[in-house]
Each structure stands twice: as structure tokens, then as C-alpha cells.
């Protein structure tokens, strides 16, 4: 069935890149999308790639897609310590499927 | 445009009373979604409609749960009777082009 696998925890530098990574198995999807948490808020949509691009930058944010590996990354330059949260890739088309969320921790 | 808009943001009730969750979806969105998120489970798509008809609700956890969209503008989770393990954060979220989520309704049932 469908799924999304994220890595749980990723712990960057202040100043430093952080690259989130993500595997999917519904090949069908149009859109792919990354999702931000903070603390006792809700999902915020942080951007999100058509299925038929390979790359999408939006200002600090690079979101990379590999269909042929079912691979979607967001790359965060210059990571600051408001980018802490939880980032949630998600795919789909009718109904989202999350996966479980990657919690990154900026340290200063 | 205000976004989802749900209520109440938090519930405190014991355990066996009935709670209700309400969610305003952004005007024009034609789907809706629930949500339930913990820190054992994660996010769990409950249930979701489209053009206020629902279609998919494998996700609704047992009979204790039912949700409701009489028009466009508003959806209901309701949960009776309520217990300890359904404490959690609701979200509902709607979608035209890309889904948004509401702030959530954090649940406590004593």
C-alpha cells in the first residue's frame, strides 16, 4: 500500500544546511509537499513540487525529487534556530499520506 | 481569507461525556479532512469529504466516532462517549489546490 519514510531526528549547527530526506511508493502522485511544525501549532505548508519536476527552490528552501527512487528531500540553507519543528513530507492525490515527521534540532 | 478556522482550540471533559469538534474550511476548498495526532501514533487521517460527502472513513477509530459536513462551511467530529485515549490534537484541514491545516482542538478527556 501507499507509505512515506522519513528519518525521525536530524540535529544541525546554527548557520549550517540541514537536508531532510524521504522515500514514497505511490508513483501516481502530482504533488509532492513538505509540511512544518512547531511546538503546539498546527501543520504549516512549507512548499511543495509537481510531479514532473526534479527541482524546486524557494528562497532558503531547495526541494529535490527522484522519481525513479521514489527519493524527495528539502535542503534548509543557513538553518536558524526558528527552523526548529517537526517537517512532514507528504504525497497523494484525493487523500495525503504522511509520513511520520522528521523533528530537527538547530543547535546555536 | 482567515484559513480553517476550528473550535474549541482546547476541551477538558471526563471521561463518558460527549465532545464536538468544529471546522470552518476555507471558502472554495471542496475537500475536508480529520485528523488525530499523537505522540504515539502520529498524524492518523481519521476521516475526509469531498463536496461534503464523505468518502473515505477507515480511519474513524470505532463507533464512538462520527463526523458530519451539512454544507460546504462546516464539518463536525463528534466523539460519544468520549475516553481517556481519545486525548489527542484534532486537525481538520481543507484543500482546493493544496491542503491547509486549522490550529487543531487540543482534547483532554479525565
Known amino acids: 500500500g501507499e507509505d512515506v519514510e522519513q528519518s525521525l531526528f536530524l540535529s544541525v549547527r546554527e548557520g549550517d544546511s540541514s537536508v531532510i530526506n524521504c522515500t514514497y511508493t505511490?508513483?501516481?502522485?502530482?504533488?509532492l509537499y513538505w509540511y512544518k511544525q512547531e511546538p503546539g501549532a498546527g501543520l504549516q505548508l512549507l512548499t511543495y513540487?509537481?510531479?514532473?519536476?526534479d527541482m524546486k527552490q524557494d528562497q532558503r528552501l531547495t526541494v529535490l525529487l527522484n522519481k525513479k527512487d521514489k527519493h524527495l528531500s528539502l535542503r534548509i540553507a543557513d538553518t536558524q534556530t526558528g527552523d526548529s519543528a517537526i517537517y512532514f513530507c507528504?504525497?497523494?492525490?484525493?487523500?495525503?499520506?504522511f509520513g511520520q515527521g522528521t523533528e530537527l534540532s538547530v543547535k546555536p | 481569507d482567515a484559513g480553517v478556522i476550528q473550535s474549541p482550540r482546547h476541551e477538558v471533559t471526563e471521561m463518558g461525556q460527549e465532545v464536538t469538534l468544529r471546522c470552518k474550511p476555507i471558502?472554495?476548498?471542496?475537500?475536508l479532512f480529520w485528523y488525530r495526532q499523537t505522540m504515539m501514533r502520529g498524524l492518523e487521517l481519521l476521516i475526509y469529504?469531498?463536496?461534503?460527502?464523505?468518502?473515505?472513513d477507515s480511519g474513524m477509530p470505532e463507533d464512538r466516532f462520527s463526523a458530519k459536513m451539512p454544507n460546504a462551511s462546516f464539518s463536525t467530529l463528534k466523539i460519544q462517549p468520549s475516553e481517556p485515549r481519545d486525548s489527542a490534537v484534532y486537525f481538520c484541514?481543507?484543500?482546493?489546490?493544496?491542503?491547509?491545516f486549522g490550529p487543531g482542538t487540543r482534547l483532554l478527556v479525565l
Open positions: 469529504f469531498n463536496n461534503n460527502v464523505p468518502i473515505d
Open positions: 484541514a481543507s484543500r482546493g489546490e493544496t491542503q491547509y
Open positions: 471558502s472554495g476548498h471542496n475537500s
Open positions: 513540487i509537481f510531479s514532473n519536476m
Open positions: 505511490d508513483s501516481s502522485s502530482t504533488y
Open positions: 507528504a504525497e497523494g492525490g484525493g487523500k495525503l499520506i
